[in-house]
């Protein structure tokens, strides 16, 4: 089957400090798109960033950055100088189904930004 | 301003009751879909609708229903079927070129007492 990974349950950051969020998935596609999601505790979904399979350049959205391996079939997401409402549920996805743009979702990271 | 509006945010069912949750955009998307979020795991596709008047099963569609007569509105029905309904709804829309984010929104939280 086809899935997503998001291996760590939770995590601590500093303030200002950087945090890698680590993202694997299945796939047999040979076209693909990553989505980042940030939920708050308010439960509303937030799209973050957006890498497509094809794409040359890894993704950079303000603070947002996608680290993309391809051959590793990894998708990390990368925020930079954290602040204190980066605190949330992080989740990564992939889409499927084409043009139905179907999502398949990971189990999510808890991201606790510290003073 | 253009977003994704669910009613009611919280909603309580008995047991053997159908009960259905609104979802209404202003995007102008042609594409709307149901997740069901539980605890400690992610979204799961439930109904995924692509035009008005046609829908599709996703991945755990037994115990619901969906219906789209109008471009802005996609409402589920949780009905007396669904074995374990307790569980975070969201609703989300999106474009239909391929590849493209999906926005959200902000869920329904069905309880069954």
């Known amino acids: 089957a086809q899935k997503i990974t998001q291996t760590q349950p939770g995590m601590f950051v500093q303030e200002k400090e950087a945090v890698t969020l680590d993202c694997t998935y299945d796939?047999?596609?040979?076209?693909?798109?990553l989505f980042w999601y940030k939920q708050p505790s308010s439960g509303e979904m937030i799209f973050l960033i957006y890498q497509g399979s094809y794409d040359q350049q890894n993704a950079t959205e303000g603070r947002y950055s996608l680290n993309f391996q391809k051959a590793r079939k990894s998708a990390n997401l990368v925020i930079s100088a954290s602040q204190l409402g980066d605190s949330a549920m992080y989740f990564c996805?992939?889409?499927?189904?084409?043009?139905?743009?179907?999502?398949?979702f990971g189990t999510g990271t808890l991201l606790a930004v510290q003073p | 301003d253009g977003g994704i509006t669910q009613s009611p945010k919280y909603l309580f069912r008995k047991e053997g009751q159908n009960v259905t949750l609104s979802c209404e955009q202003n995007l102008n998307h042609d594409a709307m879909y149901w997740y069901r979020q539980d605890p400690g795991q992610g979204l799961r596709l439930i109904y995924y609708?692509?035009?008005?008047?046609?829908?599709q099963k996703g991945d755990i569609a037994e115990g619901y229903s969906v219906s789209r007569e109008k471009k802005e509105s996609f409402p589920l029905t949780v009905t007396s079927a669904q074995k374990n309904p307790t569980a975070f709804y969201l609703c989300?829309?999106?474009?239909?070129?391929?590849?493209?984010?999906?926005?959200f929104g902000q869920g329904t939280r069905l309880t069954v007492v």
């Open positions: 609708s692509q035009i008005v008047n046609d829908f």
């Open positions: 996805a992939r889409g499927y189904g084409g043009a139905t743009n179907k999502l398949i």
């Open positions: 796939t047999s596609d040979p076209s693909y798109g």
């Open positions: 989300a829309s999106c474009r239909t070129s391929m590849n493209t984010e999906a926005f």
